[in-house]
DNA sequence: AAGAAGATTCGCT
DNA sequence: GCGAATCTTCTTA
């Protein structure tokens, strides 16, 4: 998924982001919401592999994930950060306050941007719609690998992966310095 | 029925 | 670097 873009269509406007990081949460994942089976909320994990799953978190903020099985299986790819593209207006003017670097850097801030809220949740992100993923560019980036960020479970997984070098990229820096994958 | 924890962000020290 | 903000969901009594 990295360096696929996620497309935001509203009656605002059009946003496009590059995706530059995203993080795993596998079958038998204790940190997954998956985890203990399919509730109405984590329903969306169940469901075929590119629908999204969306989520209130902190009680601030949205976070946006597709699922990555087929149905009935729960688990998914949380997309932590994002290269804006295009309408970077509209995402300075949800996010006022934001440096251009920050406005997709981190999942709350890319759901921010992007205007991703819980009625999205369910949707197909492979065909054109009010969210979805759009093909990728070309040159396939060069991709490096670490431990997930901000989990009190299973925390040692490699399971978060991100372009390497890029300056979108959240988290601690002595995490996005390690050498690219093979 | 009540309480704690949570895949985060921002502002202040 | 630390803690508050703020609410939904699941767990436990």
Do not use: Q
């Amino acid at each position: 998924m990295i360096g696929t873009s996620l497309v935001s269509e509203s009656a605002d406007g059009r946003v496009v982001a590059r995706i530059v990081e995203t993080e795993g949460y596998v079958p038998g994942d204790a940190a997954s919401h998956a985890f203990r089976g399919e509730t109405a909320r984590n329903g969306s994990l169940f469901r075929r592999r590119g629908t999204a799953y969306v989520y209130f978190i902190y009680g601030c903020y949205f976070c946006v994930n597709v699922s990555s099985e087929r149905e009935g299986v729960g688990a998914g790819v949380l997309v932590r950060a994002a290269e804006p593209v295009e309408g970077m207006e509209l995402m300075h003017a949800r996010r006022p306050h934001s440096t251009a670097r920050d406005l997709c850097r981190g999942p709350g801030r890319l759901a921010t941007a992007l205007a991703v809220t819980r009625l999205h949740d369910g949707l197909d992100l492979c065909a054109p719609g009010p969210l979805w993923l759009a093909a990728a560019a070309k040159p396939a980036p060069a991709v490096s690998e670490s431990v997930r960020i901000g989990l009190t479970k299973e925390a040692d997984r490699v399971l978060r992966f991100f372009e390497t070098g890029s300056p979108f990229v959240s988290g601690p820096r002595a995490l996005n310095v390690r050498p690219p994958r093979p």
